[in-house]
């Protein structure tokens, strides 16, 4: 049933369901694009006030979601099995899993940020290729493409720990190290993976940085052997998001003085090493040129 007259769906975005084609309309086409599932009835009023305005969201969204229309009246099973009480209904399915939903009729407005919000779900298969898109916007210096894939991923598994590392670096980049605490905590304390892991040793080093590096930098132009000073200048650096510097200062401690204070320096360069990201260049090169010291 179309309750949009001239203006109906193609067959493949709002389609009328029954309860022997649920699996394959509603569960298995869920793991490739979401499905929004309508439970209405003829007789209910507040089904009629509803079906245009969610076709209308559906269809603007453009095939990122599809509608399944159910009467309750003639497919009373799934109905039953998802315990729906009163109609409208609506379920969200994603990844083959019932995501979200409301009962009742709700303003336009309200109807069209839930559907939009489902045509951002990530579907499980689609969470490699929209890592790959990240990366690739990421390379192409897209900042906010790359967040819009991780926020994707995040929709359907807010606990996905890529995802959670990623946009947390990215607010990062841009300067804002709350929002980026923020979506670190999203993730549970002992969860373990190298993007986050390195989004937490940068977050570390900037709440240890001061604000200032004048004074560091004027006693570094007075004694350039001043080894105290350039780390602390370093720290400071690292902690400002300028990890290339603050490495280029850490290891001209080590060759100077590669045991200076329990080789401090060293040890400071690991940490601005996670905190790059093991895989940046700032990270390969300086390896790279401390191995070049050590076993020189």
């Not at 069209?112 to 990240?134: H, M, S, Y």
């Not at 890529?162 to 549970?188: H, T």
């Amino acid at each position: 049933m179309s309750l949009i007259g001239e203006n109906a769906a193609p067959a493949d975005t709002i389609m009328d369901g029954t309860d022997a084609g649920f699996m394959a309309d509603v569960i298995e086409a869920s793991k490739t694009t979401p499905v929004i599932v309508d439970f209405w009835a003829p007789w209910c009023g507040p089904c009629r006030q509803l079906g245009p305005a969610i076709e209308k969201a559906v269809l603007a969204a453009k095939g990122k979601v599809k509608l399944v229309k159910i009467d309750i009246d003639k497919h009373p099973a799934y109905a039953g099995q998802l315990r729906v009480q009163s109609i409208p209904a609506v379920f969200a399915f994603a990844g083959g899993r019932p995501v979200d939903g409301f009962m009742g009729a709700l303003p336009d407005s309200q109807v069209k940020q839930f559907v939009d919000r489902i045509a951002g779900q990530a579907p499980a298969g689609e969470t490699d290729e929209l890592l790959k898109l990240a990366r690739e916007s990421l390379e192409l210096g897209d900042l906010g493409g790359a967040a819009q894939a991780y926020a994707q991923i995040l929709q359907a598994d807010p606990t996905h720990l890529k995802a959670i590392g990623g946009l947390a670096r990215l607010y990062l980049q841009a300067g804002d190290a709350e929002r980026a605490a923020e979506v670190v905590a999203m993730a549970p304390e002992d969860a373990r993976d190298p993007d986050l892991d390195s989004v937490r040793a940068a977050l570390a080093l900037a709440s240890e940085a001061p604000s200032e590096t004048r004074a560091l930098e004027q006693a570094l132009a007075a004694d350039p052997d001043d080894h105290q000073a350039r780390l602390d200048l370093a720290k400071a650096l690292a902690g400002h998001g300028e990890f290339g510097a603050a490495a280029d200062h850490l290891l001209t401690i080590i060759e100077k003085d590669r045991t200076w204070n329990e080789e401090a320096a060293r040890k400071q360069l690991l940490v601005v090493f996670e905190a790059a990201g093991a895989a940046s260049e700032v990270a390969r090169t300086g390896r790279r040129r401390l191995s070049a010291i050590l076993f020189s």
